[in-house]
Each structure stands twice: as structure tokens, then as C-alpha cells.
């Protein structure tokens, strides 16, 4: 009996969630997007009970609300590299099927190193589940794949600042004409990211600070465990905590800087891994392969000289490119969090606080929080509750 | 709410009392059934299946069915999908039946992807397919009418509402899908054998 009850308990809750308005798939292709889309792709919808139960299956500690079902498409739209040549890249969008979108919620995901894992593929892991939380919510969900990673085959500008927020910026003003279709009097921007994607948020943010293409307003940006001075904090810590994934994090710093900079590998990374760096981290190689093959020991892996020059407080030419991609030496006008788990050891905790405590000091409008004694992983799933909560409060 | 359903679930027992005995009913062993299967309700579907009755009583059956079953949505996905069912069915002696079953289906689904290449000077458009197979554990509740009752009329309607959850679907996550199924069963009587 009791059994009977939950299952018609059940069905008229699936009765109830299927008449909600629905956004037909068709209307998005329909847009002046200025040329900058090339191709769009549909990937599926998802009711407001499915994102329920993705949702629960992450784990959450509290619930992410949930109140409508949601569209996906991957969009590959024009960007700019880091030498300002157009570029081809994709990105997922998430459409709620509500008439009264809470604004454009542009997600910044964190470090990835396989191509066939980006977001715009999407998995309960990330995309979909990302979807669920904030499209699911009323949100219209966007989420860069970055330059090297999606549809693009160059090579990832890992913390490269200037070319990873162009990607982003312009798959907001993707999410901005999209916005202005479907709830012409909402302008509202949300940032937020997690470690490699975190940096690359406070870095949209102060993008947008100072020029603003996207006719948005930026409500708030939440940033999750990230690393915002690489030359100062990010990389000594990697080196002095000899951090698990902290070969993966060089190998792939190296790779991108020697492209982008012509630094010499050789100068960082010893042999015999400098001269497989460049088909390591082309795109191919998941994180179980590089574990792999790479040693698990940064003495084995980085140069002696370079590890000296971190010890000393040395600006090699490696450093003073990390140092010119910091992204928290700005002073922000719109809200901005930042999150960070006290056990992180994967990015220091103190990237969180000295980022805070130079903004706050210059009359930044930041907060700092410590989400308790969690992981580098852990904390994105602790975070997501408390920005969620925020964003939905801040929302007009 | 939870009152009304004790209620109407007494009033449907107390009816048992007064009941005829229906002696056809132990002769039928099977039925068979054809129906709308709506797609997240509302999307086109057709089911088609059989059951069998695997224990009667007067009030009761215990029922296996096995089904064909497919289903369109435009421009999303599309899916046919073999279904295997056990359940129970109480059968009030005036006719009106409640229902519920649990399954597992095979399924195969075609998705769509309507794409809009920009690059071309027309802006192409195309519907990109793709198939995968999946399975689909499920559970049903449904209403119905048993004409047999109260009529010589080896005929039952239905009304079942049918939840699946297909995995895996294209993204390779699961989908939670309502279905409405609503049809009619015909229940061939079995000869009786002459008893000299």
C-alpha cells in the first residue's frame, strides 16, 4: 500500500513537471548571432526530474533547487588566439525551458587535458550535472571548452589569460543574444569556476570590469580552489608540497608557454619527458595515461635549475610569463566569492586568501570562504550549494 | 488525498462480498493488447503485447506481459524497444482494475540532432542520427475496465502510466521517461474440455 502511494506519489510529480513551458529546440537556431556562430548542434533536453536525479547522484551535501527542465546544444562560434588570429572553438549552452531566465551563467571548468572529455561532451560529471544545477534552475548555462579543447585541435593556452578569456567572453555574448530572445528584460551575468576555470573567471570578470562587449551586468562571480598567481604561489607550492598531479599541471604549463612564448621546454622539464611534452598534451592523453606515464616525483620531472629558481624567489623567463597571467591584482566592482577547501593539495589555499587579501585591501568588493577541511576535488561539490543559494539571492 | 485512496481501496474490497462467482475466469491463460504509448505523454507511440495470466483468483491475477513497444519525439529521438513485465492485477467483481507492474526493457534509440552549419553561405541545415542500445528498467500503475464482469465481453481496457529509465542515452546518462499507455486487451477463452 505504502508502496502503491509512493509510486502514484511519483507519477503525478512527472505529470506536474511535464507541463511546464517548453522552449522549442528550433527557436535557438533562429537567432542574429553577428556571424560569430559557425555551427549549432543539438544535444538533448532533460526534464526537471532528470536534473533532480543527476543531481543526487553527485553527491551534493545540500540540494541544488531545481525548477524547470533544460536544452543542450554544443556551439561552435569565432574567437581569438593568443597571437589575435580567429580561432574555431565550442562550448556548451544549457536552455531552460522557462520563459523567465534568471540571466546567463557562464561556467569556467577546471584543468582538462583530453579532448574528448570537454564539457560540450557532456557527462553527469560536469556537463550535464552543471546543466541540471544552474539551466535547471532557471539559468541560461553556458561553459567555454577553451581554445585547444572541443571542436579546436590547436594547443590549449593553459593559463594563457588573455586568449582563455576571449573563448569566454565570447560564448557569453552567444548566451547574451540568446537571453535577450528569451527574456528581453534580464541582463544578468554570473561567473563561475572551478581551479584552472576559477582563475579564468575573476579574469572574465575584470575583463568585463574594464570593457564590456556582452551587454550584461555582472551580478556576481564565484571562484572554486583556484589558482590566481601561478609565479608566486601556485608553482612553489606544487614544487614544495611535491602535489600528485603536479607533473600533469607542469607538463601541461610548460607545453603551453613553450607555444605560446617559445620558451624551451628543455629549460623546465628534464629528458626523457621534455621531448614527449609536446604529443603528451595535445589533446589525446587522458589523466590515467599521463599518471602512467610520467614519474610521480616533480624532482624527477622539472629541472633542477628550475626548481632552484622557485626555491629563490628567481623570475626565470618560465616565472615572469606565469607572473604576467595573475589574475588577482585588480580591484573589483561587482561581488565576487571566493571558495576554497582547507585540505587542498592541488592548489594552495593561500592562492584564495592572498588573492582576497590584496583585493579587499584595495577596496575590492570580495569575500573569502572556507568550505572546511575538504580536497581540491571536494570542494567544488561543497560549493556548489552555497553559490547556487547566492547567485539565486542576488538574482532581480 | 492519502484518505481517499484508503477509502476507494476499501469500497473496491467490500465489493467482493456480494460478488458473483465468474467461472471464466481460471479459462483464460492469455491476452493480448494493443495501444497508444505516449512519449513523455503528449509524443506518438504504438505498443502491441501479450500477456499471461500465470495465477487467477477471483480478485487477483498475477500477470507476466511481454510487449513491443516504439515511440517518436520530433527532432529529439525516436525508439523501439522489447519490454518484460510482472505484476498484479485486482479486478473488482463490478468491473473497474488497478494494476501495477515492474519491467526491463531492451531498447534502441535513434537520436536526432538538428544541426545548422553557418559557415555555408545558406546556412545548411541537417538532422544528424545517431543509434545506440540501452536498457530500460521500469515500473506501471494503471486503471482499467474489465468488461467480462459484468458482460460476456473477453475485453479490458486500460490506463497506465509507465516510468522508464533508459540507460544509456546519447550524452551516456540516464534518461527518466513517463509514459502513457492506454489500449485495449481481448482475452481469447480456452475451450473447455468435454468430461465424460
Known amino acids: ?396 | 488525498m492519502l484518505r481517499r485512496v484508503i477509502f476507494l481501496l476499501l469500497f473496491l474490497f467490500s465489493t467482493e462480498s456480494i460478488a458473483q462467482e465468474n467461472e471464466t475466469l481460471t479459462n483464460r491463460k492469455w491476452g493480448f493488447f494493443a495501444g497508444y504509448n505516449g512519449f513523455r505523454f503528449g509524443n506518438f507511440g504504438l505498443q502491441i503485447g501479450a500477456e499471461n495470466y500465470l495465477a487467477t483468483a477471483r480478485n487477483f491475477q498475477i500477470i507476466g506481459i511481454s510487449s513491443l513497444q516504439f515511440y517518436t519525439q520530433k527532432e529529439v529521438q525516436s525508439g523501439i524497444d522489447l519490454n518484460f513485465r510482472f505484476g498484479q492485477r485486482f479486478t473488482a467483481n463490478y468491473g473497474v482494475l488497478l494494476e501495477s507492474y515492474i519491467g526491463l526493457g531492451v531498447a534502441h534509440t535513434t537520436y536526432s540532432s538538428p544541426t545548422i552549419d553557418f559557415t555555408t553561405t545558406t546556412g545548411d541545415s541537417s538532422v544528424t542520427k545517431s543509434s545506440k542500445w540501452g536498457v530500460k528498467p521500469n515500473i506501471t500503475l494503471g486503471i482499467g475496465y474489465d468488461f467480462n464482469r459484468k458482460l460476456d465481453l473477453s475485453l479490458i481496457t486500460y490506463a497506465r502510466t509507465n516510468i522508464s529509465w533508459l540507460y544509456p542515452d546519447r550524452n551516456l546518462v540516464f534518461q527518466t521517461i513517463p509514459f502513457l499507455e492506454v489500449g485495449i486487451v481481448i482475452m481469447p477463452k480456452l475451450k473447455q474440455k468435454k468430461s465424460y
Open chain 1, 1 to 396: 500500500m505504502r508502496s502503491t502511494l509512493f509510486l502514484v506519489t511519483i507519477l503525478m510529480g512527472l505529470l506536474s513537471s511535464c507541463t511546464k513551458e517548453k522552449i522549442e529546440p528550433t527557436s535557438i537556431y533562429a537567432l542574429d548571432y553577428d556571424n560569430q556562430v559557425t555551427k549549432i548542434e543539438f544535444l538533448g533536453e532533460y526534464t526537471s526530474l532528470e536534473a533532480i536525479q543527476f543531481l543526487q547522484l553527485a553527491g551534493l551535501d545540500a540540494p541544488l533547487e531545481t525548477t524547470c527542465g533544460f536544452s543542450l546544444y554544443r556551439f561552435h562560434y569565432k574567437t581569438r588566439d593568443f597571437e589575435n588570429k580567429e580561432e574555431i572553438v565550442s562550448g556548451l549552452v544549457g536552455v531552460p525551458k522557462s520563459s523567465n531566465i534568471k540571466g546567463v551563467f557562464s561556467w569556467q571548468h577546471g584543468t582538462n587535458t583530453y579532448r574528448p572529455g570537454s564539457i560540450s561532451t557532456p557527462s553527469t560529471d560536469e556537463g550535464i550535472g552543471l546543466a541540471a544545477g544552474f539551466a535547471g534552475n532557471g539559468y541560461l548555462f553556458v561553459a567555454a571548452d577553451y581554445i585547444g579543447l572541443g571542436v579546436s585541435t590547436s594547443v590549449h593556452p593553459y593559463y594563457h589569460t588573455e586568449s582563455t578569456v576571449n573563448s569566454i567572453e565570447d560564448l557569453i555574448k552567444i548566451g547574451a543574444v540568446i537571453l535577450k530572445e528569451l527574456t528581453p528584460d534580464n541582463s544578468n551575468l554570473y561567473l563561475s569556476g572551478f581551479s584552472q576555470g576559477a582563475g579564468a573567471s575573476v579574469a572574465t570578470h575584470r575583463r568585463l570590469e574594464q570593457f564590456n562587449t556582452t551587454g550584461l551586468q555582472i551580478k556576481g562571480t564565484a571562484a572554486i580552489s583556484g589558482a590566481y598567481d601561478l609565479a608566486e604561489v601556485s608553482i612553489p607550492y606544487t614544487i614544495e608540497q611535491n602535489l600528485v598531479n603536479g607533473v600533469i599541471y607542469m607538463g601541461y604549463l610548460a607545453n603551453s608557454y613553450s607555444h605560446i612564448y617559445n620558451v624551451d621546454i628543455e629549460d623546465i622539464i628534464q629528458e626523457p619527458y621534455a621531448s614527449k611534452i609536446p604529443e603528451y598534451f595535445d589533446g589525446t592523453k587522458d589523466g590515467s595515461f599521463l599518471e602512467s606515464n610520467l614519474p610521480s616525483n616533480l624532482q624527477d620531472f622539472l629541472q633542477p635549475s628550475f626548481i632552484s629558481d622557485v626555491q629563490n624567489g628567481v623570475l626565470n623567463p618560465f616565472l615572469s610569463y606565469a607572473h604576467q597571467n595573475q589574475t588577482y591584482q585588480w580591484v573589483p566592482k561587482s561581488p565576487m566569492r571566493f571558495y576554497f577547501g582547507s585540505e587542498d593539495k592541488d592548489v594552495s589555499p593561500d592562492d584564495s586568501k592572498n588573492a582576497f587579501e590584496y583585493m579587499s585591501s584595495q577596496g575590492g568588493n570580495v569575500e573569502l570562504y572556507n568550505l572546511g577541511n575538504y580536497n581540491h576535488d571536494q570542494s567544488i561539490v561543497k560549493a556548489l550549494p552555497h553559490i547556487q543559494s547566492w547567485f539565486n539571492q542576488i538574482s532581480d
